[in-house]
């Protein structure tokens, strides 16, 4: 062994041995560390689905549906279309006949379709279903009609999008700053826990010093002690979400909410980042609580 | 080995501890450091160890400029110069053996050489018997006797000690003086800072003596006290 490995190796051993010493204090680390992770995986679960509602809401909604009157003229159904295409903004422009329209409903309803069998006359509209190439361009291709002949009543969804446009940022703001916060948070309890320790071995370092000790010698064991600590809180923050989340994603998808599931991040896709960034937050706050902790012995 | 030139030290609450202090100790020498309390030993000391900057003038140690160096290369300073204090600081949850080797783990030594070092180091402080023993099981003189092996395990080429038998009776701080001239015979070079008139006395060393901060005489086979202070 390099007279370097002999030093890394010693660094490690009288980090370990730290952890160990420290043990009942660290468990207050560990705490910490946890909860700022389980929260951050609630924040990340929330952001991600949230984040596939914009999506989806985005295709299903970027259109518009203009439902006609029953009687209609071919005529000023064109001059609808014309006026619609005139400013190029729409990707294409779909007719939807009443019977279209039920047949479409029908499906949809499934076992419970035969109920629609019953109606005497279909209550639907014929529809018009202009695709747009952005949401953002609903408002004025309404404009640009709404005023025509034979048009019942103009339906588009730009409202509902900003709202959830906003609201996911409000989350994502929102969840950031508090996982930011407890973030610095749990970096104070962990320096202070090895403060504690550092203090507690004021002696050993002042000594270590006089013998020639390197700073990162001296400091390395605590590094080491604090971030032992932090992936301890993320092995077990990591299983927390692991199960926790499966556990509620699968009852979520044997429930009634299918459809709230498709938008749920699935557990598969989601552990991988979890690990990752779980494991890389843990440790980052170990090693910054520690060396935070340090910083004042380590002048002289 | 040591050379002091113009050297200043202003501490920042505005204390003058030394002013123009010149000095040259060479290779092997055993140099007393005396004078009132305050007068600026310790901070000496401290210059050499480089747990002070120096305010004023220059300091070479082993024909290097250490007046103004990185805080990364000190402890690489401080691995040669061995250092004892008149508080022996031992670890107390170490035995002797283990207070000895840690100055060794520290810097990386190998295990074997450790193995063959210590019990060595320990031999010579006559401290063979104890070395698995505990500090709180030694007396005064035996902890400082331990301080000393841990200070030149590493073959420093320089020893300071800071008062090294303030804490000691005189019986006992003779058997110190004792592995200390033994030491120094060795080719170790040694300063010592110290309040023992007697020891001073006996030895006939060179005596550098300080009061408020400046160096008043400097005399080969000296005293403790100049005969005109003594009058
Ligand atoms: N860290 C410090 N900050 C400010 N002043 C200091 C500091 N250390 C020492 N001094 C002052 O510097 C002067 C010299 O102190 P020093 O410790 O060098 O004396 P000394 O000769 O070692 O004394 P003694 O024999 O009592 O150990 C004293 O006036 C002391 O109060
Ligand atoms: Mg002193």
């Given at each position: 062994?390099?007279m370097?490995?002999?030093i890394?190796?010693?660094?490690?051993?009288q980090g370990f041995?730290?952890?160990w010493?420290?043990?009942?204090?660290g468990?207050?680390?560990?705490?910490?560390?946890?909860?700022?992770?389980?929260?951050l995986?609630?924040v990340?679960?929330?952001?991600?689905s949230l984040?596939n509602i914009?999506?989806d809401t985005?295709?299903?909604f970027?259109?518009?549906q203009?439902f006609?009157e029953?009687?209609?003229?071919s005529?000023?159904?064109e001059?609808?279309?014309?006026?619609?295409k005139a400013?190029?903004?729409?990707?294409?422009?779909?007719?939807?006949?009443?019977?279209?329209a039920?047949?479409?409903m029908?499906e949809?309803?499934?076992?419970?379709g035969?109920?629609?069998?019953g109606?005497?006359?279909?209550p639907?509209?014929?529809?018009l279903?202009l695709?747009?190439k952005?949401?953002?361009?609903?408002?004025?291709?309404?404009?640009?009609i709404e005023n025509?002949e034979?048009?019942e009543?103009i339906?588009?969804?730009?409202?509902i999008?900003e709202?959830l446009?906003?609201?996911?940022n409000y989350i994502r703001?929102?969840?950031?700053?508090?996982?930011?916060?407890?973030?610095l948070?749990?970096?104070f309890i962990?320096?202070?826990?090895?403060?504690?320790?550092?203090?507690?071995?004021?002696r050993?370092?002042?000594?270590m010093?006089y013998?020639?000790?390197?700073?990162?010698y001296?400091?390395?064991?605590?590094?080491?002690?604090?971030v032992?600590f932090?992936?301890?809180?993320?092995?077990?923050?990591i299983?927390?979400?692991?199960?926790g989340?499966n556990?509620?994603?699968?009852?979520?998808?044997?429930?009634?909410?299918?459809?709230?599931?498709?938008?749920?991040?699935?557990?598969?896709a989601?552990?991988?980042?979890?690990?990752?960034?779980?494991?890389?937050?843990?440790?980052?706050?170990g090693a910054?609580?520690?060396l935070?902790?340090?910083?004042?012995f380590?002048?002289? | 080995?040591i050379r002091?030139?113009?050297v200043s030290?202003?501490?920042?609450?505005?204390?003058?501890?030394?002013?123009?202090?010149n000095l040259?100790?060479?290779?092997?020498?055993?140099v007393?450091?005396?004078?009132p309390?305050?007068?600026?030993?310790?901070t000496?000391?401290?210059?050499?160890l480089?747990?002070?900057?120096?305010t004023?003038?220059?300091i070479?140690?082993?024909?290097?400029?250490?007046?103004?160096?990185?805080?990364?290369?000190?402890p690489?300073?401080?691995?040669?110069v061995?250092v004892?204090?008149q508080?022996f600081?031992?670890?107390?949850?170490?035995?002797?053996y283990e207070n000895?080797?840690?100055?060794?783990?520290?810097i990386g030594?190998?295990?074997?050489?450790?193995r063959?070092?210590?019990?060595m180091v320990?031999?010579?402080v006559?401290?063979?018997?104890?070395?698995?023993?505990?500090?709180?099981?030694?007396?005064g003189?035996?902890?400082?006797?331990?301080?000393?092996a841990?200070?030149?395990?590493?073959?420093?080429?320089i020893?300071i000690?800071d008062?090294?038998?303030?804490?000691?009776?005189p019986?006992?701080?003779w058997e110190?003086?004792?592995?200390?001239?033994?030491?120094?015979?060795?080719?170790t070079?040694i300063?010592?800072a110290?309040?023992a008139?007697?020891?001073?006395?006996a030895?006939k060393?060179?005596v550098?003596?300080?009061?408020?901060?400046?160096?008043i005489?400097?005399?080969?086979?000296?005293v403790?006290?100049?005969?005109?202070t003594?009058?």
């Open positions: 062994m390099s370097r490995l002999r890394a190796s010693n660094i490690i051993k041995k730290g952890v010493r420290n043990k009942a204090m468990l207050a680390s560990i705490t910490s560390i946890t909860a700022v992770l389980l929260i995986g609630i990340l679960i929330l952001i991600l984040n914009v999506l985005r295709e299903r970027d259109e518009v203009v006609l029953d009687e209609i003229t005529a000023q159904m001059e609808i279309e014309k006026k619609a400013s190029n903004k729409l990707v294409s422009v779909t007719f939807k006949s009443k019977d279209e039920l047949e479409e029908k949809g309803w499934g076992d419970e035969y109920l629609l069998e109606l005497e006359e279909n639907l509209p014929h529809t279903i695709k747009l952005d949401i953002e361009y609903a408002e004025d291709v309404v404009k640009s025509l034979g048009i009543e339906q588009y969804n730009y409202d999008m709202k446009v906003l609201f996911t703001t929102g969840g950031l700053a508090i996982v930011l916060i407890l973030i948070v749990s970096i962990i320096s202070n826990t090895i403060k504690l320790t550092v203090t507690a071995r004021k050993e370092i002042n000594i010093k013998v020639g000790a390197t700073n990162g001296i400091r390395g064991p605590f590094v080491i002690e604090g032992v932090g992936l301890i809180g993320a092995i077990i923050s299983l927390a979400v692991n199960y989340y556990y509620f994603f699968n009852a979520a998808s044997d429930k009634l909410y299918v459809l709230f599931t498709v938008y749920l991040v699935p557990p598969k989601l552990m991988q980042d979890i690990v990752i960034i779980f494991t890389a937050i843990g440790a980052g706050i910054l609580g520690s935070v902790s340090m910083k004042r380590l002048n002289v | 080995m002091f030139i113009n030290k202003e501490y920042k609450n505005g204390v003058k501890a030394l002013s123009n202090i040259n100790i060479e290779k092997g020498e055993f007393f450091l005396v004078g309390s305050g007068a600026g030993k310790s000496l000391i401290k210059l050499i480089k747990e002070e900057n120096p004023d003038g220059r070479y140690l082993n024909n290097e400029d250490i007046t103004y160096v990185k805080n990364r290369k000190i690489y300073i401080r691995r040669n061995g004892v204090f508080d600081r031992l670890l107390p949850n170490k035995t002797v000895v080797a840690f100055a060794m783990e520290i030594a190998h295990p074997k050489e450790i063959r070092n210590v019990p320990l031999s010579m006559d401290l063979s018997k104890k070395a698995h023993n505990y500090p709180h099981e030694l007396s003189g035996e902890h400082q006797r331990v301080a000393i841990r200070a030149i395990v590493n073959s420093p080429p020893l000690a008062e090294p038998t303030g804490n000691l009776d019986d006992t701080a110190i003086m004792k592995v200390l001239r033994d030491i120094n015979r060795r080719g070079t300063l010592m110290t309040h008139k007697d020891i001073v006395d030895m060393r060179r550098v003596e300080i009061e408020k901060g400046t160096i005489r400097d005399e080969e086979k000296g403790y006290e100049h005969e005109i003594n009058s």
